[in-house]
């Protein structure tokens, strides 16, 4: 039996356990809110409970958002930092010389000229406080503005391949045998030295104990290298006896949610850069029986003519 001493006792417990409760509730329903939107060639995927934290990983915030939104955030942090600094200077009046125009806007042009050290000589700080504050601001305004110019440099410089994938993969008989095929070519037109490239298949599969998981599968090319990818590239998997995808039909690969997913990489003779990209195609992208339209000929001029024109057009076998 409780005495009312214990009663007493355990109303704090209990007030704790339901703010403990209520707290962890709240984490649940933050972190369930928390979700993003992740397209694939063949499927759509939302996650959660991983909320993105832009300021810890600013870096690749910047490398990965569009141009507007990049010089939207930073005119942003620009106006908002000379507005900040304007407001200190005007909590302390007389603090900045031949102030023009007076009052507020005043020293926000004056923040302006401190941020980018512009300094025309006009204005100047004539207090101590607002030496002092000028100090700060030229020293944040520096590695502001270094940060910016190295995520601009970043953005311009990083190596971007320009390669072109045909819209469709086909199916079609080489040499008596069936072959799947992908096209792919170089867009800039220039040398792409060593490329390599490589197939994965990835579908879902169901193991004996009835577990489900996506499966990945190398497909073994007939060339996995070029030399020199100037143009066009065919990249090529036979459907032998070997290929896992032997027994494989049109609607076995669609009930399995089937992903090709085609990568290529090489060295940019120009630049000397390493590029890398990949491209998807899903089950309804690969045309059985059917091959791509020739892109290449001799024209009446007797030169070789590469024509873009037909290159993602495929036809019936």
């Not at 909320?51 to 955030?73: C, E, N």
């Not at 001799?298 to 993602?312: I, M, P, R, S, W």
Request: glycine content about 6%; cysteine-free; aromatic content about 12%.
């Amino acid at each position: 039996m409780k005495t009312a001493d214990s009663d007493q006792a355990d109303k704090p417990r209990q007030r704790d356990a339901a703010h403990a409760a209520r707290a962890d509730t709240h984490r649940h329903t933050h972190r369930r809110g928390a979700t993003r939107r992740i397209v694939f060639p063949s499927r759509t995927v939302i996650t959660h409970g991983m909320r993105r934290k832009v300021l810890q990983d600013l870096y690749h915030y910047f490398m990965t958002v569009s141009w507007p939104t990049l010089i939207g955030a930073l005119a942003a942090y620009f106006f908002a930092f000379n507005l900040f600094f304007a407001l200190l200077y005007f909590l302390a009046p007389g603090s900045i010389a031949n102030l023009s125009p007076s009052g507020f806007w005043g020293d926000f042009f004056f923040s302006l000229e401190t941020f980018a050290t512009v300094g025309y000589g006009d204005m100047h700080p004539q207090t101590l406080y607002g030496h002092i504050l000028g100090a700060i601001e030229i020293f944040v305004g520096l590695i502001s503005l270094a940060l910016m110019t190295g995520a601009m440099f970043a953005r311009f410089s990083r190596p971007r391949a320009r390669f072109l994938f045909a819209r469709y993969g086909v199916v079609q008989p080489m040499d008596g045998r069936a072959t799947l095929m992908f096209r792919a070519a170089n867009a800039r037109q220039n040398i792409i030295m060593e490329a390599s490239a490589q197939l994965r298949l990835m579908r879902d599969a169901v193991t004996a104990e009835g577990y489900r998981y996506r499966r990945i599968v190398d497909l073994p090319l007939v060339r996995s290298e070029h030399p020199i990818f100037l143009l066009g590239w065919n990249v090529m998997h036979v459907l032998d006896a070997n290929s896992p995808l032997a027994k494989e039909t049109p609607e076995s690969l669609a009930k399995g949610r089937a992903l090709f997913l085609l990568t290529l990489s090489g060295t940019d003779e120009t630049t000397g850069q390493i590029l890398m990209t990949s491209h998807g195609y899903s089950s309804s992208d690969i045309r059985w029986n059917h091959s791509f339209r020739d892109v290449l000929h001799v024209g009446a001029d007797g030169l070789e003519h590469f024509d873009y024109e037909k290159f993602h057009l495929v036809d019936p076998l």
